[in-house]
């Protein structure tokens, strides 16, 4: 207790001891205790104010005339709070809410796993494009669509227990592209644009540039280590992002021979070829390994892989001849030839009927992309959807008792930016996280390392003040209106939009956001007063016409749980997350062990 004292009680008894030896009130001391309410300005904590005196008048209680020594006790400063102070606290959903992520974020940091190599299995998704803002406005969505506000939604992939930040430019660009980007990710080296699988040294589109600059990527080192490999996405499988996985080409635009100059074709090999070819290019690479190729390939881009003839068309074929190789050669017949028990599918019934115990699997069930997820109803001969591609890829790889690799791309989270469309990004980004969830849901994670991550972002924006839970593909409302807000121009905006792009198009209920190009830049704003911009054919305004939208140049998120998952945190170069991924299955040492034999 802190005491401070007025007048000591000594000098009183002093200044009594004076009077008369016949003052019969000399020896009649009264005191009185008043409590001090906290947050006084004597004591900010309370405490007690003793007042004592000598009662002269003899009426048994203490006069203000009387009082001749005062006394404060001042509480200590309080160290909790009790039960009714923390009522409005407790009782409070923001609050609760609060304390139960605090406690889960402690259960997860006691269960680290500190040491390496301890992920038998480890999955990278990469939303295509997935940047902060796409993420952000998918929560809302995916809320929204489930008949909430939205805004406090989280996807699968948000609740994971470690997550931070990725750099996302190329060796010579501020603002990257997803070969650059992808290969970081895959093989723990940054390099240029437009470039696959090779080091910065290489001169795009000069194939002998490329020689002695080769990288290892994490797929083929699991796959030199023994382990089992996919590769999934809802883009060709030839396009960057998953042609980094496999491939290495000087250009990521070599996607089959017929889009390689001559000089080209002639020493180096298209990416399509590559892909059949992995397993006999990288046991060529490394003298003595023995490997059994990518068990799991699934994605679109059945154009790269069929001769230009229209005798080789598949069933859904949109062209009218739908091969694109001037080699003649048919990849698919060659595939099937390397692999006699494999499964070769390309479209929904064939993928049904893929036992789970499949050795191989080459899924090809498009052209060219595979649908927009909004879309995917209208695909002739029916797509899977990427979930349903990472179930079936895990329990077709989770045969190898030593564990697989697998890469799940979702590819067109970035084509409907690129064509300014935000209802199928966000519903893609919305699917992505459902096959978050399914891995999850189907690996255990005391030995899967999951990362979900983007390769760039766009130049999406959530802007304007609108009020909680209007339509985030809505015009703006404010905070107490019911009205759209208006812009200086006496027109109604919408939340999101973006920096630049084709701009504006009402295209109604369109699920294809493609059809969005078959239209001029929009230049200028447009009265969206009678438009309903939640329907999927709606594409957005846009500051800065451009016969397409962009990437951006900012961080994107990661997120990781399972083991290593710990190291995901901070800001990181994009090539960090290849030795995240190494640390925690220990991909180089196993495979440095099986050279070495």
């Not at 766009?458 to 593909?473: C, E, M, Q, S, W």
């Not at 792009?501 to 295209?507: E, S, V």
Request: charged share 20%.
């Amino acid at each position: 207790m802190n005491k401070l004292t007025v007048l000591s009680l000594a000098v009183m008894v002093a200044l009594t001891g004076c009077s008369s030896d016949d003052d019969k009130n000399s020896n009649n001391i009264l005191a009185v205790d008043n409590q001090i309410a906290v947050g006084s300005a004597q004591c900010v904590n309370g405490g007690v104010e003793t007042q004592s005196g000598v009662d002269t008048n003899t009426n048994g209680q203490l006069e203000s005339s009387e009082v001749t020594h005062t006394n404060l006790v001042c509480n200590d400063p309080a160290t909790s709070l009790t039960s009714e102070q923390l009522a409005s606290l407790s009782n409070n959903a923001w609050f609760s809410d609060a304390q139960t992520k605090l406690a889960s974020a402690q259960d997860a940091a006691s269960k680290v796993v500190t040491e390496s190599g301890k992920a038998k299995n480890v999955i990278l998704f990469v939303g295509d494009g997935m940047g902060i803002s796409t993420i952000t406005a998918a929560r809302i969505l995916a809320g929204q669509l489930q008949g909430e506000m939205g805004e406090d939604n989280q996807l699968s992939f948000e609740t994971m227990p470690y997550s931070g930040f990725v750099k996302t430019y190329n060796v010579d660009a501020q603002t990257p592209d997803s070969a650059g980007t992808m290969t970081a990710m895959a093989s723990g080296v940054k390099t240029d644009v437009g470039v696959i699988g090779i080091d910065e040294a290489v001169k795009r589109g000069n194939c002998a540039s490329g020689k002695g600059h080769e990288l290892v990527t994490s797929l083929e080192l699991a796959e030199i280590a023994g382990k089992s490999t996919g590769i999934v996405s809802t883009a060709r499988i030839t396009h960057a992002t998953p042609a980094a996985t496999y491939a290495k080409s000087a250009d990521r635009n070599w996607e089959d021979i017929s889009d390689m100059p001559a000089s080209e074709s002639a020493n180096c090999e298209d990416i399509a070829s590559q892909l059949v070819n992995f397993e006999k290019n990288l046991e060529a690479r490394f003298s003595g390994v023995d490997v059994d190729g990518i068990e799991v390939v699934m994605g679109g881009g059945r154009r790269h892989f069929l001769p230009k003839d229209a005798a080789f068309n598949s069933a859904d074929a949109v062209s009218a001849v739908e091969g694109d190789r001037t080699d003649a050669r048919n990849l698919v017949t060659e595939w099937q030839t390397t692999y006699p028990t494999g499964t070769y599918v390309m479209d929904q019934t064939g993928f049904d009927a893929i036992s789970d115990d499949a050795t191989k699997v080459f899924g090809l069930f498009n052209e060219s992309h595979m649908q927009y997820e909004a879309d995917r109803g209208n695909d002739i001969a029916g797509e899977p959807s990427l979930s349903q591609m990472t179930e079936k890829a895990i329990n077709v790889l989770d045969n190898n008792d030593k564990g697989f690799f697998l890469t799940v791309e979702s590819g067109r989270i970035d084509h409907a930016h690129h064509a300014g469309n935000a209802y199928n990004a966000l519903n893609d980004t919305i699917e992505l996280a459902n096959a978050v969830k399914v891995a999850m849901e189907n690996t255990n994670p005391e030995e899967t390392l999951i990362v979900v991550t983007a390769d760039h972002s766009h130049v999406f924006t959530i802007a304007g003040y609108p009020k909680r839970g209007n339509p985030i593909l809505g015009k703006v409302v404010g905070v107490g209106q019911t009205e759209p807000s208006l812009a200086a121009d006496d027109m109604p905006y919408t939340t999101v939009g973006y920096t630049n792009g084709g701009g504006f198009r009402d295209l109604g209920n369109e699920t294809d956001a493609d059809e969005g190009y078959n239209f001029a830049p929009v230049t200028g704003r447009v009265d969206l007063s009678n438009v309903d911009t939640t329907t999927p054919g709606f594409h957005q305004e846009a500051l800065v016409p451009l016969s397409s939208e962009t990437h951006a140049g900012e961080d994107v998120g990661v997120y990781a749980t399972g083991p290593g998952a710990h190291l995901v945190t901070g800001t990181n170069e994009q090539s960090f997350l290849f030795h995240v991924m190494d640390f925690a299955a220990d991909f180089v040492k196993a495979a440095d062990e099986k050279v070495a034999q």
